[in-house]
């Protein structure tokens, strides 16, 4: 699935890596370039901007989110599309003159989305009903994409009444057709190495973009040269991508949907349809940046860009309107009829793109402030042709804070072979006849084999001879439609359409210390048909409006004070205060102790008032294999009969399970006995399931699980914020305590999207973000080290503070504990061994709203155990030099006990990984 929204902010992503590749000017340059961007929606400073070639890193939250689509004549009930996305990046110093760049990106994305046009009159969003004290209502809509319409001769529409088929009128209005799309994970790297000369530089760079339906590699190459005194700039670039698409379709749509276009990409496997395509771009462009004088600049650039290959939006289809040219030429003054079908949508396979942009950027020193002035210009071989205006005003205004206030306009025209819906005066299908007129009939299995029936309706052979029909399975043989009767290409996704948007936000920035800002984005966009330069309101169906929401922290390491921070001892530093002299600070080392194993949260604090820590964390849990009652593994039929409260319920059962966590760490010390602490979390995970033996049989109305594609959650998880605090420290042993909250900022109402017009439902309990309640988190730690040794053990436990989320249960309590042992093999790195010991309790209360009771994940007893793991872990950390502070722990988790409650998947294992930078 890729949005409109989806692809304007990896566009800004794109840009804004390539813009940070290429922009090694000369100081002057740096400090006029002032607002360039960093990340979508964020702006720098001058003070910052004059620092983007220092080594930093930064790390960046954004929230897409769409507004309801308009559906006319029934309410609308699906969520719209929305996105979380998170990025880290960074730029380090390997020479004084080569640089390594790097940048992660990982994003989720859910709602409703458009996958096709039709005309209102189809009633294409079919309502769905529910009884209520006053009678039927309508709650919502379901997509409908084969049906049949009025029309008037001259091909008008005429709606009919959605229940009764009353004809109520001619009605031209077109409808976007709403599916909603189960969540989707992307996550996507960029490397990049430069080269600066004293007046040139150049860079190279690739990354991976992976999605489970769609994987794209690129690579590039851009330089600069400076002349004129570094007065001028000339720029250029060249990028490959290479894109390969293996769509898994929507299998709600599917029976319905014509795609003999593309029947020799399609690939059928495990009960699912899958399409594949590959596709390639080739782009270069050149620059030229000037300096006007000092307070001004102006900045051009013109790019071109080739693609070919498969360049459809598989997820699209395009309404054909089939109409029998018979009933066109008869006399009679009655409405038509037309078979309304979806089709596959065709774009071009090749597209030649070329854009022309220019930047201007004026100093204006009475106000200290900056106005950045940017018009761009594209065209290609579709015919669209795009303009875009955008102004920024920067104004600092004391204390380290700057706003810059922001307004966009974009106009873009329509493809050539865009439409909403198109016509085909012809059948859909047409039943088969012989020389002698009579119809064809042929076996389902064997097509080859053919019949006819004589008057009496018997089955003949091709020899005349009667067939017995009890032993064979007959259907009417019909010829489809002539597709080169069709445009050579149609489309009718609303991108591609022509629009305007119109734009408004504004970027905070505030500089906290000297090299850390943190930054916060807000814009509102508007999407009209009436905004386009020349256009009007008749494509109004498909306006909406949606924003973005940014927020980042940026840590320029060669600005921080480090003679005021102690600086130089990394918060897993692995060795005592009383051993070792690292850098010249001795006597202001940051933590004691030795390390401790990644898996371990809050098992460090920070010694010294002001102290500072920002870190990322990152976990990755596996399950598969058996499922298990118990101890001990169990079979088909135990599942079946005893892992649901009900035998028709236990249906499906997961096959593998994977939960990924990203979580932000940030640690302050306004006190040396007391540390505060912040960490949000986004998490993503996904399940395959699989039928059971002896499974019930399907049930009307009951939603079932189909295909190989599984099924995904992910977004923002809960938000933890806790208070560590020193209980007793002497040489070589520590002693604190922590107290936590869980804020329940994670979703616990996810559903399953619609199938085949059955709702599925809540997802399952272990697929949700979040607890949903309050929650306590205690932990007591001790740790101790003695020369190269090192050691400790914890004891935490989560307490639920409510009796129910809003979906109606509560997670069981959780107690942990846990020691470790280690040993500093150098200096810089250390190896761990630890065992842990856990014990959760089941779910108290149940599901208050549908849930589609597929399997035993879907139960409340089948949640908690006892667990016991090992954990072997290592970590690298950086005594001295400009990255003292940074340190980097792995820590693999293995499973030797599982005692689970009821019927569980099988833990296969998990990694903790976790970067920390104190200073």
């Known amino acids: 699935m890729s949005e409109e929204g989806k692809a304007s902010l990896n566009k800004e992503l794109y840009n804004s890596n390539q813009q940070k590749a290429s922009n090694k000017s000369n100081g002057v340059l740096q400090a006029l370039t002032s607002a360039a961007l960093v990340l979508p929606g964020l702006l720098l400073t001058s003070a910052e901007a004059a620092d983007a070639n220092l080594d930093s890193f930064s790390f960046q939250y954004n929230r897409f989110q769409e507004g309801k689509r308009k559906l006319f004549t029934v309410p609308n009930n699906l ?73 008037d001769r001259d091909l008008n529409p005429i709606r009919q009444d959605p229940l009764t088929g009353q004809a109520i009128g001619k009605d031209t209005r077109a409808v976007e057709i709403l599916s909603s799309a189960s969540p989707e994970v992307r996550n996507a790297a960029d490397l990049g190495l430069g080269y600066e000369w004293n007046e040139a530089a150049l860079n190279v760079g690739g990354g991976l973009s992976v999605e ?58 495990g009960g699912s349809e899958i399409l594949h395509g590959k596709r390639q771009d080739w782009s270069a462009n050149i620059g030229l940046t000037q300096i006007l004088g000092k307070n001004s600049l102006i900045d051009a650039n013109i790019g071109y860009t080739y693609s070919n290959g498969f360049m459809e939006n598989p997820y699209k289809a395009m309404t054909v309107i089939f109409v029998d040219p018979e009933s066109l030429n008869n006399n009679l ?18 597209r030649n793109q070329v854009a022309i942009s220019a930047r201007y950027i004026q100093h204006i020193s009475l106000l200290d402030a900056a106005l950045h002035l940017n018009y761009k210009f594209s065209t290609d071989d579709w015919g669209i042709n795009t303009n875009t205006f955008t102004a920024n ?104 359409s022509g629009f305007g948007t119109l734009s408004g936000g504004v970027t905070l920035n505030k500089q906290l210390a000297k090299g850390i800002v943190l930054q916060g984005g807000f814009e509102y966009f508007t999407r009209q ?79 010294n008032a002001g102290d500072f820590m920002f870190g990322y964390r990152f976990m990755y849990g596996r399950m598969g294999g058996d499922i298990l009652n118990g101890a001990g593994a169990a079979n088909d039929l135990e599942i079946v009969s005893q892992a649901c409260s009900d035998a028709t319920n236990c249906r499906f059962t997961p096959t593998y399970m994977r939960m990924k966590m990203h979580m932000l760490n940030i640690m302050y010390a306004p006190t040396n006995w007391l540390n505060l602490m912040l960490m949000p979390k986004f998490v993503d995970m996904e399940m395959n399931i699989r039928e059971l033996s002896g499974r019930p049989p399907p049930q009307p109305g009951v939603h079932e699980h189909t295909g190989i594609a599984g099924h995904a959650t992910g977004g923002v998880g809960d938000t933890m914020m806790s208070s560590l605090i020193k209980l007793y420290e002497t040489p070589g042993h520590r002693l604190h305590m922590g107290l936590g909250l869980s804020a329940p900022t994670g979703n616990v109402g996810v559903e399953f999207r619609r199938v085949f017009q059955i709702d599925g439902g ?41 009796n129910q989320n809003k979906s109606g249960y509560r997670l069981g309590d959780v107690i ?61 950390s950086v005594p001295s030099g400009k990255f003292a502070g940074n340190s980097l722990s792995v820590e693999w988790l293995q499973p030797l006990r599982n005692d689970v409650n009821g019927f569980q998947l099988e833990r296969k294992g998990a990694l903790a990984a976790a970067w920390n930078y104190h200073f």
């Not at 046009?117 to 009884?131: C, D, K, V």
């Open 529 to 607: 048909s009436a905004l386009q330069i020349g256009g009007d309101s008749g494509g109004s169906f498909g306006d909406f409006d949606f924003y973005v929401a940014s927020g980042a922290i940026r840590i320029n390491i060669e600005k921080l004070n480090f003679a005021n921070t102690g600086g130089g001892l990394g918060i897993e530093s692995g060795v005592s205060a009383d051993s070792h002299d690292h850098a010249g600070h001795t006597n202001n080392n940051h933590h004691h102790g030795g390390h401790v194993p990644a898996g371990v949260m809050s098992g460090h604090m920070l010694d």
């Open 333 to 350: 003054d009655t409405p038509i009829t037309g078979d309304v079908r979806a089709l596959l949508e065709q774009r071009p396979n090749k």
């Open 393 to 496: 005003w920067i104004q600092p205004f004391g204390s380290g804070w700057t706003i810059t206030p922001r307004i966009r306009y974009h106009s873009q025209d329509a493809a050539n072979f865009y439409q909403p819906f198109i016509f085909s005066q012809q059948t859909f299908n047409t039943n088969a006849v012989d020389v002698l007129g009579r119809q064809i009939w042929e076996d389902a299995i064997n097509p080859d084999i053919q019949f006819v029936r004589d008057e009496n309706f018997n089955l003949l052979d091709s020899d005349g001879n009667l067939v017995d029909e009890s032993l064979l399975n007959v259907q009417p043989k019909t010829i489809p439609f002539d597709g080169e009767k069709l445009p050579d290409s149609f489309s009718s996704d609303h991108r591609l």
């Open 762 to 802: 809540l997802v399952h309990f272990g697929m949700q973000l979040g607890s949903g309640t309050w929650d306590f988190l205690p932990s007591l730690t001790y740790s101790g080290d003695h020369k190269r040794w090192t050691w400790g053990a914890q004891l935490n436990g989560v307490k639920r503070m409510e």
């Open 79 to 151: 969520n719209p599309i929305q996105a979380d996305v998170i990025q880290a990046s960074g730029n380090v110093s390997l020479t004084d003159r080569v640089k390594f760049t790097f940048s992660y990106t990982r994003d989720v994305w859910s709602g409703a989305t458009p996958v096709t046009t039709a005309p209102l009159a189809t009633n294409g969003n079919r309502p769905i009903l529910q009884n209520s004290p006053t009678g039927l209502i309508t709650a919502g809509a379901s997509p409908f994409v084969n049906t049949n319409i009025l029309l």
């Open 212 to 269: 489970n339906d769609y994987k794209s590699s690129y690579g590039n190459v851009s330089g600069r040269l400076d002349f004129n005194q570094k007065l001028t700039s000339a720029k250029f670039g060249f990028g490959y991508t290479s894109s390969e698409t293996s769509a898994i379709l929507d299998h709600d749509i599917v029976p319905y949907l014509t795609r003999t276009a593309f029947s020799n990409q399609i690939e059928s496997r």
């Open 816 to 876: 942990q504990a846990t020691t470790w042992g280690g040993y500093n093999l150098t200096k810089w790195l250390s190896a761990s061994v630890r065992g842990i010991y856990t014990k959760q309790g089941a779910i108290h209360g149940d599901f208050n709203a549908f849930n589609g009771r597929s399997g035993p994940m879907d139960f409340p007893t089948n949640q908690g155990g006892q667990f016991w793991d090992i954990g072997l872990g290592i970590t690298a």
